[in-house]
């Protein structure tokens, strides 16, 4: 499995982005999908997850009401809608694929900052 991000950028306090996650490969057996985020000197963290089969999704505190993530399986395409964008959420923002006994996949990453 190969995933790609997109859609970062610079954005001003207030602002929104929508990121972008393609999966390719063997795609069919992927369940959890997730972003998480790396900011400079922190440890990665989870930022959202969407899950197989009816779509659940989980949020962090610190990004719920602000964040939505989606997914389009017709696509292999997972999306995170960032509105209200602080700078605290500025960080590298990767996207995480899982598949039942493999090791996690991770996208490149992405570069979200947020001037105030």
């Known amino acids: 499995v190969q995933l790609v991000e997109s859609g970062g950028g610079l954005v001003q306090a207030g602002g929104s982005l929508r990121l972008s996650c393609a999966a390719s490969?063997?795609?069919?057996?992927?369940?959890?999908m997730s972003w998480y985020r790396q900011a400079p000197g922190k440890q990665r963290e989870l930022v959202a997850a969407i899950f197989s089969g009816g779509g659940s999704t989980n949020y962090a505190d610190s990004v719920k009401g602000r964040f939505t993530i989606s997914r389009d399986n017709a696509k292999n395409t997972m999306y995170l809608q960032m509105n209200s964008l602080k700078p605290e959420d500025t960080a590298v923002y990767y996207c995480?694929?899982?598949?039942?006994?493999?090791?996690?996949?991770w996208g490149q990453g992405t570069q979200v900052t947020v001037s105030s």
């Open positions: 490969g063997s795609t069919f057996s992927i369940t959890t």
């Open positions: 995480n694929a899982e598949r039942l006994g493999w090791d996690p996949y």
